[in-house]
């Protein structure tokens, strides 16, 4: 019988890697900002789309729809987020970001980046490229595979 090794087991170690790096991000992001990830991905979301759905976010961050919520009505209820009625769907209402919105997120942007840029200062441009290709490679897989379990065409 062949025995599972856990550390070198490739979804473990994706599950411990992610968890470190956004356990660092969420210190950093909480400290400077008072925002969670999920608060700091809807800004992100958001400066990057405009006016946008919650389901339209989860179905981008791949967040399930009760934190996409908290989020949202946290970040309204802080004035940095705004509601408006959806002309495409009455059921539902677009977010935006306010002023004040607008002010955290060119706060944040540069600080994100910052990490980002010392997460892997260590590593070529060309390592860099490979990774986020294979990341996207991982999610194509893990999606269509998701797909195939639910029954839904890939």
Same mark, same amino acid.
Not at 22 to 50: K, N, Q
Not at 127 to 149: C, H, K, P, Q, S
């Given at each position: 019988?062949?025995? +599972?090794?856990?550390?070198? %087991?490739?979804?473990? @170690? +994706?599950?411990?890697?992610?968890?470190?790096?956004?356990?660092?991000?969420?210190?950093?992001?909480?400290?400077? %900002?008072?925002?969670?990830?999920?608060?700091?991905?809807?800004? #992100?979301?958001?400066?990057? =789309?405009?006016?946008?759905?919650?389901?339209?976010?989860?179905?981008? =961050?791949?967040?399930?729809?009760?934190?996409?919520?908290?989020?949202?009505?946290?970040?309204?209820?802080?004035?940095?987020?705004? @509601?408006?009625?959806?002309?495409?769907?009455? @059921?539902?209402?677009?977010?935006?970001? =306010?002023?004040?919105?607008?002010?955290?997120?060119?706060?944040?942007?540069?600080? #994100?980046?910052?990490?980002?840029?010392?997460?892997?200062?260590? %590593?070529?441009?060309?390592?860099?490229?490979?990774?986020?290709?294979?990341?996207?490679?991982?999610?194509?897989? =893990?999606? #269509?595979? @998701?797909?195939?379990?639910?029954?839904?065409?890939?």
């Amino acid at each position: 019988m062949t025995g +599972l090794a856990l550390d070198d %087991f490739i979804p473990f @170690r +994706l599950s411990v890697t992610s968890n470190l790096v956004s356990d660092s991000i969420a210190r950093a992001y909480e400290a400077l %900002f008072a925002l969670t990830i999920p608060e700091w991905r809807l800004v #992100a979301v958001i400066a990057e =789309t405009g006016g946008i759905t919650q389901q339209a976010i989860g179905q981008r =961050t791949l967040m399930d729809k009760v934190t996409v919520s908290r989020a949202a009505i946290a970040l309204v209820e802080r004035g940095l987020l705004a @509601r408006r009625a959806n002309p495409d769907d009455r @059921r539902s209402h677009l977010l935006d970001l =306010t002023d004040a919105g607008r002010d955290l997120y060119a706060a944040v942007a540069p600080k #994100a980046l910052d990490l980002e840029r010392r997460l892997f200062s260590g %590593f070529s441009a060309q390592e860099i490229d490979g990774f986020v290709t294979m990341l996207r490679r991982i999610d194509a897989v =893990t999606l #269509a595979l @998701r797909n195939e379990r639910d029954g839904r065409p890939g």
